[in-house]
């Protein structure tokens, strides 16, 4: 099979799950708000991560692993897919174990700039987990961001909108939801970078307080082609998380078709 022809395929197959008919948006580790600059053309970038959290009410909730693969199909467009694994059992719920929905998703750089860059992301919840089990609602979820980041050497700054078209069924009282936040990333040096965000939604459900969290962390980039990265943070609300940990790495390469 020749170069064009195998590239051609690889860029259909992902086009083709990326626009599958009817949420999270996958930011740089171990940030949640996203930057608006993608994956670089004819580059894949891994992540797997670990997430852990202690409720306010009490119980644990992990995420492991947390894992995402994003392709630079073409200049200023990606495409990737993302899933996790739960481990959760909160006090007056039942205990959820097991891999959650798959994330679709793609993000697509309309105004690239030195200074500023705005993209638009597109993720789709496809509900591929067990519904029995409490791991999914068992419907398709949307989420729309719009990106916006200003770099300032050695800073950036990124905001988040973005917008949940939540799927539910005849009697639910789930909402869509609203989401937005902000993160700093500023570069101590060309191994080290201090990273924060601070983000909220609104509420999932009737009955239900809206959330915002913070967290601060670092990342670190050895000589190799992976990054390391840490966290910390909490809920901003009473009701929320009382401490949140997250540990994790990003690997990427060029692919040569």
Do not use: C
Not at 9 to 29: C, E, H, K, M, Y
Not at 103 to 108: C, F, G, R
Not at 217 to 244: E, H, K, M, W, Y
């Amino acid at each position: 099979m020749s170069m064009p022809i195998r590239r051609l395929l690889v860029s259909t197959g992902l086009i083709f799950l990326t626009l599958l008919p009817s949420s999270r948006a996958f930011g740089g580790r171990p940030l949640v708000i996203d930057d608006a600059r993608p994956v670089a053309e004819g580059n894949l970038e891994f992540e797997l991560g670990l997430v852990q959290s202690l409720p306010e009410q009490g119980g644990r909730d992990q995420q492991f692993p947390v894992m995402a693969a994003t392709y630079g199909l073409f200049k200023g467009l990606e495409v990737g897919l993302g899933i996790q694994r739960t481990n959760t059992a909160v006090k007056r719920d039942s205990p959820v174990e097991g891999f959650q929905d798959l994330h679709l998703a793609t993000k697509y750089n309309f105004l690239p700039g030195e200074f500023y860059d705005f993209s638009f992301t597109f993720d789709l919840k496809v509900p591929t987990a067990d519904r029995h089990r409490g791991l999914t609602s068992g419907k398709f979820d949307e989420s729309f961001v719009l990106i916006a980041t200003k770099h300032f050497f050695p800073a950036a700054l990124d905001l988040n909108l973005g917008y949940i078209v939540v799927g539910r069924r005849a009697g639910e009282k789930l909402e869509n939801r609203f989401l937005g936040g902000m993160a700093l990333r500023y570069g101590l040096n060309e191994r080290w970078r201090l990273v924060g965000d601070i983000y909220g939604l609104s509420r999932a459900a009737r009955g239900d307080k809206i959330e915002a969290t913070f967290q601060v962390g670092i990342r670190f980039r050895p000589d190799l082609p992976v990054f390391f990265d840490a966290a910390i943070g909490r809920s901003l609300l009473p009701s929320g998380t009382r401490i949140q940990g997250t540990l994790g790495l990003t690997w990427s390469r060029a692919l040569n078709f």
